[in-house]
């Protein structure tokens, strides 16, 4: 039930999931509402320009109020994968722009992506496991240093990676993305060439999109082509990879890896992920941190300050037809 009676001939609204009082420097010409999924709607949804998707609360949540909101110019998501949301295109008016996060989960993101690695190296979940059992067990585990590291998915997220791997003395970095390119750090290698570069790494960090050129990427052949002993580290979308493949090759303990996402995701009780060989598993905590919530601020109040001048929106992933 909306608290809001006033019908879609009221003043433009932007939902936002972040309280607006706490957002300085909004910009004037909008009327704002707080809105972070909760089951009441803060206004008529009909009266709604620019909506900011609610952030972890689901699918289902964030595309609720989409077909009551004609007047909808903006979706603007909190997260840089948009792969959930796609599905409302078809739901919104001509002329509405889906907007990423690109950029604000960057930091955090690539600082999980090197705990994970240092993590399932280094086997801090068996030290603590022995911590809890009271045991002393001094073990070698292999070192970040000297290791060759495959970043699959070289955008800003990967680039953010390699900035955090930089003073860790790897043999190398090498990068891959969808084509060919060069960066200040040397070349970016296109993603055809990922049957030949995979035999040397140690590290593999999936960092790509979701799209369907990338869904099941990590397949039976190409977990297959990893090294005996590589660490496989996923902070992507867990479709990126197949999971039944993977299972294999961690049962058979030829491979380790460390998840940040998972398919399928949440991941139940009682999946064999859960007790697999060799994996650590976190629940996609890639962008949740300290740094979000002032980044998704700056993000917001920049996003809105250019939608209220008609400039150019950032990040637009599509606009419906």
């Not at 001939?9 to 957002?23: D, F, M, N, Q, Y």
């Not at 004037?28 to 509402?33: D, I, T």
Request: contains cysteine.
């Amino acid at each position: 039930m909306s608290a809001d009676h006033s019908g879609s001939t009221g003043p433009a609204v932007a939902w936002l999931p972040i309280r607006p009082e706490k957002i300085d420097g909004l910009p004037g010409g909008l009327e704002y509402a707080h809105w972070d999924g909760g089951p009441d709607f803060p206004t008529d949804p009909a009266r709604c320009v620019f909506y900011a998707v609610p952030y972890l609360k689901g699918t289902a949540v964030s595309l609720r109020p989409l077909p009551r909101m004609p007047r909808l110019r903006v979706m603007q998501a909190l997260t840089a994968g948009v792969d959930d949301l796609l599905p409302a295109l078809s739901v919104l008016p001509a002329g509405a722009r889906l907007c990423s996060a690109r950029g604000l989960h960057d930091a955090s993101t690539a600082e999980l992506a090197l705990t994970l690695v240092l993590a399932a190296l280094r086997d801090v979940p068996g030290f603590v496991r022995n911590q809890d059992a009271g045991r002393w067990r001094q073990e070698f585990r292999p070192a970040l240093a000297d290791r060759s590291v495959l970043i699959v998915g070289y955008g800003a997220i990967g680039a953010a990676v390699e900035d955090r791997l930089a003073p860790f003395e790897c043999a190398r970095v090498v990068r891959v993305a969808r084509s060919a390119r060069t960066v200040a750090r040397g070349p970016v290698h296109a993603a055809a060439d990922l049957p030949a570069l995979l035999p040397d790494a140690d590290v593999v960090i999936l960092v790509t999109p979701l799209t369907e050129e990338t869904r099941g990427l990590v397949d039976a052949g190409f977990l297959a082509r990893m090294k005996d002993g590589a660490l496989l580290v996923n902070v992507s979308r867990g479709p990126v990879v197949d999971t039944a493949a993977l299972l294999a090759e961690l049962e058979r303990g030829r491979l380790c890896a460390a998840l940040d996402v998972t398919d399928p995701e949440p991941l139940p009780p009682g999946h064999p992920l859960w007790t697999a060989p060799g994996v650590l598993i976190t629940p996609h905590v890639g962008g949740p941190s300290s740094a979000f919530l002032p980044r998704a601020k700056a993000l917001l109040r920049d996003q809105l300050a250019r939608f209220v001048l008609d400039e150019p929106l950032r990040n637009v992933v599509a606009v419906v037809d």
